[in-house]
């Protein structure tokens, strides 16, 4: 069983697309990351969400709590975006992490 | 501020052997968590420590093993080495816990031969 579900698994967007990535959950969470992912393996936080929506340049992160839905937007897409999204909840059943399979984003130039 | 560091970066064993894994926590953090990473599963959650006791553990078997010190360095041990154990061990650090932005490290790469 799953506790997290993104889609799409694969993204393949032309430079300037505006890009979403979506994430659900089935438990109850004390807070969602969105991870970054490139080639090499470091992994860095874009953002940790436990309700609304939160933007840090051209991206922009999306929670509702009720529906158990979050989604990662990249507005004006570049090729330095290309990385692995990945989506990480922690449960409010204590201190872990379920993680979701991972987005792969190619942008072309 | 010195990010979280792992040592070693890279590591290859063989099977049945064990190995110990190193992982310094950014100063001040309190909280260390230790994910594995394959091709297959994804990134995994192995365990969370806190003040040198570890509040919870994935689902993995018992030669999986960590530990905490009074400074918050950690150490994840793997005992009697198995061919699957080959991943990327990546360990992040938080203020206090996963409800925290967590800081992850570069990872060790394990290759079991």
């Known amino acids: 069983k799953n506790e997290v579900e993104q889609s799409p698994q694969n993204l393949t967007a032309q430079e300037g697309e505006f890009i979403t990535i979506n994430c659900s959950y089935s438990v109850g969470i004390s807070a969602l990351h969105w991870l970054q992912q490139h080639p090499g393996g470091g992994i860095v936080s874009l953002f940790m969400l436990s309700s609304g929506k939160k933007k840090h340049g051209r991206l922009i992160a999306t929670i509702n709590i009720q529906e158990k839905h979050s989604s990662l937007h990249i507005t004006a897409s570049h090729p330095r975006d290309s990385a692995v999204y990945i989506c990480a909840v922690s449960p409010l059943t204590g201190n872990q992490f379920y993680f979701g399979t991972g987005t792969s984003l190619t942008v072309i130039p | 501020k010195a990010g979280v560091t792992q040592t070693p970066r890279y590591l290859i064993k063989t099977r049945g052997q064990q190995v110990t894994l190193s992982c310094s926590p950014i100063?001040?953090?309190?909280?260390v968590s230790w994910y594995q990473q394959t091709p297959g599963q994804g990134l995994q959650f192995l365990f969370e420590y806190f003040s040198e006791t570890q509040r919870n553990k994935g689902n993995f078997p018992g030669r999986f093993s960590g530990r905490q010190f009074s400074n918050s360095r950690s150490e994840m041990n793997v005992s009697t080495l198995e061919l699957g154990d080959s991943a990327l061990y990546l360990c992040?650090?938080?203020?206090?816990?996963?409800?925290?932005?967590?800081?992850f490290g570069p990872g060790t790469r394990l290759t079991v031969t």
């Open positions: 992040a650090s938080s203020l206090s816990g996963t409800q925290y932005e967590q800081y």
């Open positions: 100063s001040g953090h309190r909280s």
